[in-house]
């Protein structure tokens, strides 16, 4: 998988290699005398600048060299593997009109001949660069009403679900998230899960060109650390869970919950919704009441996981191939609403975008009447919990880490006739520690298991797979678990070999399309592989 920082993800600052990738089309902010723009801001001029160097005029800035256009601004800082001042010469080739760096980047700059533009230099550049961005874009975030879920599982859903309540409102909306980026009715593939400061700012004041109402976003950890949000504050944030994952870039647990509490301060956020199922939602509750008392309110799914939260979840029961349930509030306020997706946890997930809407302002009544003629809180979301067949029942998921994997399995036992079987992988250059971890949630949810590559990165694949094949067995000594390398070959062959009785769950990748082996880009969309194998099962044609 691609790391949602993005490392692996483009020749920027992160130095690495990508293939092409399907842009929105951004809007152009008007030109900008260079002087008034950074004025406001923290920065000095390289050298004298040159003459005239505040009248340089200045129509948009980029962090990627790849994507500069005339007269932008180029922001060259640290990246996860290489400076970007090494990019500078070829995004001012590319038209750039100024460049803004760090101290670091001043020195490898002062090497090389003089660039022929002004350098701008600021201590820390991502800390200023969103605020520089809204002020270029004439701040786009206030124009919005602003939605943010953050949590190590379930954003996804909960943001296709929070969109899905808005779009049935009647609003039009823009979508920021893993999977996609959507403008109205205009989408694209993702890269980040949150984009870098000054495309975000750019794709928001493109959202409001087109008269979006409502912005619906995933907000990762990285993002928060990374300033990449700076300086929007969300009008309603949402808070899934907390599980192992991201320890590659974050130190311990306590830092990812840090990184995440951040979201539900004065700063970031008018106001919250925090599940409190897991001690790290209660944890957060308790922070927040301190931190941004009154603004931040609980949801309960669950009965005994906390002392009368805000909202409860009562009168669940099964609907079809979802649940039903009833949202209630401590002051009498109720929805009933349902979901069609599978699972607990896609309770929690359509409970918590529905409170964030009625948090917004929202009628129960008024949301209710619009989710009742929408169908519920059942959106299509690519690649989490996607079923393509019934006989094998087989579903592609995102499950990476071991809360989301235990809970999937959890979620198809009950509805399994024959077998439940797992074809999952480990991600190589990542946290190990998580693997041991996701093999014993595998042999223990699933009757079968075969473990196969995810994204090797730069790791040899053959060892990932060992470390995980080692730890299942350990665990559970008499375990059916099997290797098969090739994802391709896994896929098929589990396909095929399945009663219709079973049901298979392909985990780690859902949406994504590209598997990284030794910095090479190799198509791979395991939705894909799962229907050629269920043409080769049916008789036909890969």
Not at 35 to 47: R, Y
């Amino acid at each position: 998988m691609t790391a949602p920082d993005g490392r692996g993800a483009g020749n920027d600052n992160n130095g690495a290699v990508t293939s092409s990738r399907q842009k929105l089309r951004t809007a152009v902010p008007p030109p900008r005398r260079l002087g008034d723009l950074v004025g406001p801001f923290p920065l000095t001029v390289a050298g004298a600048g040159g003459p005239g160097w505040a009248d340089v005029t200045v129509r948009g800035v980029r962090a990627d060299n790849r994507e500069i256009a005339g007269g932008e601004l180029f922001a060259a800082h640290t990246g996860g593997h290489v400076h970007g001042a090494r990019f500078a010469r070829a995004a001012v080739d590319a038209g750039a009109a100024a460049v803004l760096t760090d101290p670091a980047g001043e020195r490898l700059l002062a090497g090389d001949d003089p660039l022929g533009v002004p350098v701008l230099v600021a201590d820390d550049v991502p800390a200023l660069l969103g605020e520089l961005a809204a002020t270029l874009y004439d701040r786009p975030a206030d124009r919005l009403g602003t939605f943010a879920v953050t949590g190590t599982n379930g954003k996804t859903t909960t943001v296709f679900m929070l969109e899905h309540a808005l779009r049935a409102l009647g609003r039009r909306t823009g979508l920021i998230g893993t999977v996609e980026l959507r403008v109205g009715e205009h989408a694209v593939p993702a890269t980040l899960t949150t984009p870098q400061p000054a495309d975000l700012q750019a794709l928001l004041a493109t959202m409001v060109a087109e008269e979006v109402d409502d912005l619906v976003m995933e907000v990762s950890s990285h993002a928060l650390a990374l300033h990449r949000v700076d300086p929007v504050v969300f009008d309603v944030a949402g808070f899934t869970n907390l599980t192992q994952d991201h320890l590659d870039f974050h130190a311990t647990l306590d830092e990812y919950f840090d990184a995440k509490a951040e979201l539900f301060t004065p700063a970031r956020s008018r106001r919250g919704v925090v599940l409190v199922d897991d001690d790290w939602g209660r944890r957060l509750a308790e922070r927040s009441a301190t931190v941004h008392p009154g603004a931040v309110v609980t949801l309960a799914v669950h009965d005994g996981t906390f002392e009368d939260p805000d909202w409860r979840v009562r009168e669940v029961a099964a609907d079809g191939t979802g649940t039903a349930f009833t949202l209630v509030h401590r002051d009498g306020r109720t929805l009933r609403t349902r979901t069609g997706l599978p699972g607990d946890f896609n309770v929690a997930n359509a409970a918590l975008a529905a409170a964030m809407v009625l948090e917004s302002g929202v009628d129960p009544a008024t949301l209710g009447d619009a989710l009742a003629a929408a169908g519920g809180l059942s959106p299509q979301v690519p690649g989490r919990m996607e079923q393509l067949a019934d006989a094998p029942r087989v579903i592609v998921d995102f499950a990476h880490n071991p809360g989301a994997l235990d809970k999937a399995l959890a979620a198809l036992r009950p509805t399994t006739k024959g077998r439940l079987v797992l074809v999952f992988g480990a991600t190589g250059s990542r946290d190990r520690s998580k693997r041991p971890e996701m093999a014993r949630v595998a042999v223990d949810g699933a009757d079968v298991v075969v473990v196969t590559d995810d994204d090797p990165h730069d790791e040899p694949a053959e060892q990932i797979r060992a470390e995980v094949l080692a730890a299942a067995r350990v665990h559970v000594p008499d375990a059916t678990v099997r290797e098969i390398g090739s994802r391709s070959e896994a896929i098929r062959t589990v396909v095929l070999e399945a009663g219709e009785d079973d049901t298979v769950l392909v985990a780690g990748r859902g949406h994504e399309t590209v598997q990284e082996i030794a910095g090479v880009d190799h198509h791979l969309d395991d939705r894909e592989e799962v229907r050629a194998a269920l043409v080769q099962r049916a008789g036909g044609h890969s």
